[in-house]
């Protein structure tokens, strides 16, 4: 944000992406600067540069912001643990690697096979929620005993 003389600005981590975020979006004031994406890419890595509207004479200052963009972890289901006594199935659920930051979110549902709704089980969805780090978490369903 402009400092006390509108000259120089600061904005670092959340706030940085924030502040990003809504210029692109046009929902917040861009100060006098531009973004321009020299690398955009969807996978790997790229930069932008953020830099003054007046830079064309190569004498203003810019800032030059460099990514890399990490392919989000891989699920897999295992484990299944029938417990008749409770009437429960649970199954669970990993990621590759630990949920990056912001987290993961997984929408699952049951669905007919060899056993159908309701008589074997009964239906279920939702969502799983993965913060950051996270690896496992479980889905449980009931079963008809």
Known sequence: ???????????????????VEGILAGTFTDYGLTISLENPTTSGSGDFDISSK????????????????????SITISDVTVN?????????????AGAPPGGVTVNYATQDSTATAPAY??????TLMFAEGDTTKNVTVSIVP
């Open 121 to 126: 089980y009964t239906g279920t969805s939702g």
């Open 1 to 19: 944000m402009p400092s006390t003389g509108g000259a120089y600005f600061s904005v670092t981590g959340a706030t940085m992406k924030a502040w």
């Open 84 to 96: 008749n006594l409770s009437g429960t199935a649970t199954a669970v659920v990993s990621l590759s």
């Open 54 to 73: 007046e830079a064309t004479d190569g004498q203003r200052p810019y800032l030059e912001v460099d990514y890399t963009l990490v392919a989000p972890p």
